[in-house]
């Protein structure tokens, strides 16, 4: 099964994913220290293994999980903001009419800053999600934002610079370091479906606070991120495509 995220969704809101199933595929943007390294993931899952009982038992039965990276960081980003607090339907219907102004793809940063108003608004976009994705645009066009300049940068550089970026939350920032950096130890600890994850796993009584789920995944460092996605993946039925 291979692994990826085309579009990030804000808030505590389901991300929006390609799904696919495929026999061999290679992974692409391969390197060192990435989640996108066949290697990264064979000596993060033997670790988790050896660290975590529970963890061995899901991986196990589970099998192995393939990971895809793309270089979309822009779409991402502006794809989160357009999906905030609504349903996917709606979402998707906001962000094809979106871009339906731009002749079917997203406006560079440029053309966004140029365009009325009145025009975002018809396309349904909200004024405050208007002033979020021009916070953006300003931000990529006057320098203070380099989306490569992140795979750089350490997991809370990151972090922070994307945290500043108006309409864009810690959760939305370490969706972003997982699925379009390949970061190998991030931790969503706010992630609800993480913790109902946990708490059905772990056989706790009921949902870890986030002080208890740290706890629980000390041992998981510095592979937090391949822990998420098995425990994210240990939710579904065997047969189903996976929801990331």
């Given at each position: 099964m291979t692994i990826s995220r085309d579009k990030m969704v804000g808030g505590s809101a389901r991300l929006v994913a390609r799904r696919k199933r495929v026999g061999s595929l290679p992974f692409r943007r391969a390197s060192a220290g990435s989640l996108a390294d066949p290697k990264v993931w064979r000596v993060g899952v033997r670790y988790l293994k050896r660290r975590d009982g529970v963890l061995a038992r899901i991986i196990s039965g589970t099998g192995p999980l393939r990971f895809e990276l793309d270089d979309d960081h822009y779409e991402a980003i502006v794809g989160s903001i357009i999906f905030q607090q609504l349903a996917g339907s709606a979402a998707r219907a906001i962000l094809d009419r979106f871009k339906g102004l731009y002749g079917g793809r997203l406006p560079s940063p440029r053309e966004y800053l140029s365009t009325d108003?009145?025009?975002?608004?018809?396309?349904?976009?909200?004024?405050?999600?208007?002033?979020?994705?021009?916070?953006?645009?300003?931000?990529?066009?006057?320098?203070?934002?380099?989306?490569?300049?992140?795979?750089?940068?350490?997991?809370?550089?990151?972090?922070?610079?994307?945290?500043?970026?108006?309409?864009?939350?810690?959760?939305?920032?370490?969706?972003?370091?997982?699925?379009?950096?390949?970061?190998?130890?991030?931790?969503?600890?706010?992630?609800?479906?993480?913790?109902?994850?946990?708490?059905?796993?772990?056989?706790?009584?009921?949902l870890p606070s986030r002080e208890r789920f740290e706890r629980l995944a000390v041992n998981w460092h510095p592979y937090s991120s391949i822990s998420t996605l098995y425990l994210w993946r240990s939710t579904e039925k065997p047969e189903a495509p996976a929801k990331w």
């Open positions: 108003i009145d025009r975002l608004r018809k396309a349904g976009l909200s004024p405050q999600k208007i002033s979020y994705i021009r916070d953006l645009a300003e931000r990529l066009m006057d320098g203070r934002l380099d989306l490569k300049r992140l795979e750089g940068l350490s997991d809370e550089e990151a972090m922070r610079e994307l945290d500043a970026v108006r309409g864009i939350g810690r959760w939305t920032a370490e969706m972003f370091l997982i699925f379009k950096l390949g970061r190998t130890d991030v931790l969503p600890v706010d992630d609800l479906g993480l913790r109902k994850a946990a708490k059905r796993a772990y056989r706790l009584r009921k």
